[in-house]
């Protein structure tokens, strides 16, 4: 199982997110001239999704790179970066991770034929 650097474990990684999101949240009331969150959201959905898209893809690219470092740290990027998504759209963390709690158990075969579409 990974763990963090100090050796804490993952343990509380979720309020990291949830702590994340409120910060975002919060941003949506900063100056725009001094938040790159604002920014974003002020491009609304099409921007947020674009960067999401964006950060994604250089995920791939460090991941394909087999460079830990870089991958830590663009993984850091997708997820700020899915939060803004969900913001814009005002989807909460918490119901992400509640949809994510729900398939703990299953596998991962029958979570995607429960879902009832075809996926590759």
């Known amino acids: 199982m990974a763990t963090q650097a100090d050796g804490g474990g993952l343990a509380g990684a979720d309020a990291v997110l949830v702590r994340l999101a409120e910060t975002i949240r919060a941003r ?3 100056a725009a001239d001094a938040s790159y969150t604002r920014q974003l959201l002020d491009g609304g959905l099409p921007r947020c999704a674009k960067k999401f898209g964006e950060e994604a893809v250089e ?23 899915l939060l803004v998504l969900l913001e814009v759209r005002d989807i909460a963390i918490e119901d992400v991770l509640a949809a994510l709690e729900k398939r703990m158990g299953l596998s991962g075969l029958d979570e995607k034929s429960s879902r009832g579409r075809k996926e590759s």
């Open 59 to 81: 995920v791939i690219i460090a991941g394909l790179r087999e460079d830990d470092a870089a991958l830590k740290g663009e993984a850091a990027d997708l997820l700020y970066h």
């Open 28 to 30: 949506r009331s900063a």
